[in-house]
């Protein structure tokens, strides 16, 4: 289910008032493989994969930031104008 903030700004345009849901199957579909693999027994905290796998988490990380913070961002603006 994909959080719609049409519910609070409904002249908003399909685009924008979809990031608010777009966080959570980011998460899920992307961050999270590769959370399951930093996590994994057989992985070697030392290893180059490792490396590898947390500097990926990290980029990742950040996009997931970023589209939080917009997807706030438009709900206070939304918010302010209603």
């Known amino acids: 289910m994909i959080f719609d903030l049409s519910i609070v700004c409904p002249g908003l345009v399909p685009p924008r008032r979809h990031l608010a849901g777009a966080v959570v199957p980011?998460?899920?579909?992307?961050?999270?493989?590769a959370n399951r693999r930093l996590l994994a027994a057989d992985l070697a905290f030392d290893s180059v994969e490792a490396g590898d796998l947390l500097r990926r988490w990290g980029r990742l990380h950040a996009v997931r930031t970023v589209l939080g913070t917009l997807a706030f961002a438009i709900l206070v603006f939304c918010i302010a104008v209603v």
């Open 26 to 33: 980011f998460t899920v579909l992307i961050i999270l493989p």
